[in-house]
Nanobody, 122 residues
Framework: QVQLVESGGGLVQAGGSLRLSCPAS????????MGWFRQAPGTEREFVAI???????YYADSVKGRFTISRDNAKNTVYLQMNSLKPEDTAVYYC????????????????WGQGTQVTVSS
């Protein structure tokens, strides 16, 4: 069982930055692929970024060059650094965990956090 708790969301002006954090419970954090996802009102939850066990990273086209996913296995935490934020980045951001990166790409991880709101004003 893995428990995830996101933090770091908030209100920021366009062009600004935020850093999201997601500490995870459990002793096998390093075995999980981790991902960040987001859901805006009236839309489906979508993949934002994924990092696997070997620190390979994958990004949605909409965030490439602006967002960076990273993990600290010693702290059981995954991060999402978000720069050059745009109003269209406004959403609830969730982290997810699964042994299978494919499940993350399909937005179907075994474990979800409760989400943190990110609002970008124009």
């Amino acid at each position: 069982q893995v428990q995830l708790v996101e933090s770091g969301g908030g209100l920021v002006q366009a062009g600004g930055s935020l850093r999201l954090s997601c500490p995870a419970s459990g002793r096998t954090f390093s075995n999980y692929a981790m991902g960040w996802f987001r859901q805006a009102p009236g839309t489906e939850r979508e993949f934002v970024a994924i990092i696997n066990w070997s620190d390979s990273t994958y990004y949605a086209d909409s965030v490439k060059g602006r967002f960076t996913i990273s993990r600290d296995n010693a702290k059981n935490t995954v991060y999402l650094q978000m720069n050059s934020l745009k109003p269209e980045d406004t959403a609830v951001y969730y982290c997810g965990a699964d042994f299978s990166p494919e499940q993350l790409f399909q937005v179907r991880p075994d474990y979800w956090g409760q989400g943190t709101q990110v609002t970008v004003s124009s």
